[in-house]
Each structure stands twice: as C-alpha cells, then as structure tokens.
C-alpha cells in the first residue's frame, strides 16, 4: 500500500477541501445546509480558511460564526450535525493524508466545531 503524504501545500488543501464537499453533498444529514450554495464561491473561501489554519497564511478574512448563526436560524444545528460533520472530515483526512499537519488539522477542526456549537445552542 502507497504511503500517504502530508499536507503540504495549497494544491493538498483543495484536494482535502474538495474531497470533502464531495462527501457533504451527499450526505443526507448534511447536505440541506448546501442545497443553495454557491460552490464557486464557496470552494475558494474554504481553501483559504483551511490553508490559513495549516499553514497560518493569512489568506483567510471572514466571520464562519457568522454563517453558521445564519444556517442556524434557517435549519436549527444541532450535536449530531457537528458530530457528523466531524467524522466526515476525519475519515477524508485519513483517506488522503498522514502525518503532523493532517492531525493538526482534525484536531483544529474538532475545537472549531466544539467552539461553534457552544456558541449555536448557549
């Protein structure tokens, strides 16, 4: 079996970001908060907010807490889809990548995620 590689690079971010969406949108859990989504748009935000949290690039200006209130207001968010999300994003990590930067990456995503869902449901 081909050992796979870290995340390095911008390219691997929108692999992994890319990968990602894919499972997201065909998710029945999870894809009603994507129904409506501009994906052109969308993509390259996310590119840039997981490279920024890699790699510190300071590509990414934005508020996701912003958003996800929105999402939130319009089809209430609860544990199980942070819980969900959160497999989804781990299991594509460990499809494609190994190494520091990938487990940094899971464990940014799963403080992230704890962090947003404290703030959605206090």
């Known amino acids: 079996m081909k050992k796979k590689k870290d995340l390095?690079?911008?390219?691997?971010?929108?692999?992994m970001v890319n990968n990602f969406y894919f499972k997201v949108k065909k998710d029945n859990l999870l894809n009603v908060y994507f129904k409506n989504t501009n994906w052109e748009k969308h993509l390259p935000i996310m590119y840039s907010f997981w490279e920024n949290i890699a790699?510190?690039?300071?590509?990414?200006s934005g508020n996701p807490m912003e958003k996800h209130q929105h999402l939130h207001q319009i089809h209430p968010i609860s544990t199980m889809h942070f819980e969900r999300w959160m497999e989804l994003y781990t299991q594509n990590m460990n499809e494609l990548f190994?190494?520091?930067n990938a487990t940094l990456l899971i464990l940014r995503a799963a403080n992230i995620s704890k962090i947003m869902l404290s703030k959605l449901i206090s």
Do not use: L, Q
Request: zero cysteines; proline letters at 6%; hydrophobic letters at 10%.
């Open 98 to 100: 190994e190494g520091p």
């Open 8 to 15: 390095k690079t911008k390219k691997d971010i929108e692999r």
């Open 55 to 60: 790699f510190s690039s300071s590509e990414y």
